[in-house]
């Protein structure tokens, strides 16, 4: 090959090695900004997916909220503690354990519904009756306290002072009775039938106050009050020590303190089973 002739095809190769490079140049730049906007293209999904998601969470709280906080009622729940309440109006509630009330915000029309056991001390307002609706009964007073104790078999209420009707809510023909100091009257579930007498049980509110009183008061009485004060089963083993009696005075008691005492004084035994306490005489 001449000269000339060389010079001119290498010049040519040359030429169409570059024009390769250029070509190799520029299919890479096309990836890389391909490739750029690409996650520029994901990353703008992911932000408004984020936005999405925070607006459904903003959303999702202001439901929560309203739901919440805008309810047509307050509940409170006492779970394992004696819980004091102040109600709008100035009355007091003590809740017992395991109870819970229910109103109104607003307390306009001063109507509480009660499940469990709670002490009432109700501010006067003669133009605004105070109701407490109780299972299938209804107590209305103007001004004074009670208690009010319910469960599955039966509704009980005790009046402390002042007077209360009482009456049962979905039988008409079980009648209402007008209740004062003294007074207690119980509605059975099954028979819905109100029972009215005068209140005998000294330690009705021991569970508030924290104390319990036994004045000459037979063991077979000791038993209940303590069962429903400890929520424990006591079992006498000898119909012959039911009419034993026993007085003292115990102050925020404990179970294992009382037994003791109790039957130390009426020359008695207490043992403790699994599930129960059992009281023998000492000739056992």
Do not use: C
């Not at 000269?3 to 990836?31: G, P, W």
């Not at 605004?128 to 319910?150: D, M, Q």
């Not at 100091?181 to 005068?198: C, E, P, R, Y």
């Not at 009705?204 to 037979?218: G, S």
């Amino acid at each position: 090959m001449k000269t000339n002739e060389f010079d001119n095809f290498f010049k040519e190769k040359v030429a169409d090695s570059e024009t390769v490079h250029e070509q190799i140049a520029q299919d890479k730049k096309e990836r890389i900004w391909s490739s750029i906007a690409s996650k520029n293209q994901a990353s703008k999904s992911s932000t408004l997916l984020k936005y999405a998601a925070s607006i459904a969470l903003l959303i999702g709280l202001g439901f929560l909220y309203q739901s919440t906080f805008t309810s047509n009622e307050v509940t409170i729940a006492s779970l394992q503690e004696i819980k004091e309440i102040t109600l709008p109006d100035n009355s007091k509630i003590w809740l017992n354990k395991n109870s819970e009330v229910s109103y109104s915000p607003d307390f306009e029309t001063r109507n509480i519904d009660l499940k469990g056991e709670a002490f009432f001390e109700i501010e006067k307002d003669a133009s605004r009756p105070f109701t407490i609706y109780t299972a299938e009964t209804k107590t209305t007073v103007l001004g004074t306290s009670f208690n009010i104790n319910s469960d599955a078999e039966s509704v009980e209420i005790t009046v402390v002072t002042g007077k209360v009707l009482f009456e049962h809510v979905n039988k008409t023909n079980a009648g209402k009775v007008e209740l004062v100091k003294g007074d207690l009257a119980t509605v059975d579930a099954v028979s819905h039938k109100i029972l009215q007498s005068l209140n005998e049980d000294m330690n009705f509110l021991a569970w508030k106050n924290k104390k319990i009183i036994f004045d000459n008061t037979p063991l077979v009485v000791i038993e209940k009050t303590l069962e429903a004060y400890f929520n424990v089963e006591i079992e006498i083993a000898e119909p012959a020590i039911y009419e034993k009696r026993g007085t003292g005075t115990f102050v925020d008691p404990t179970l294992e303190n009382m037994l003791m005492v109790l039957t130390h004084g009426l020359n008695l035994n207490y043992k403790k089973t699994n599930h129960k306490y059992i009281i023998t005489s000492n000739d056992i």
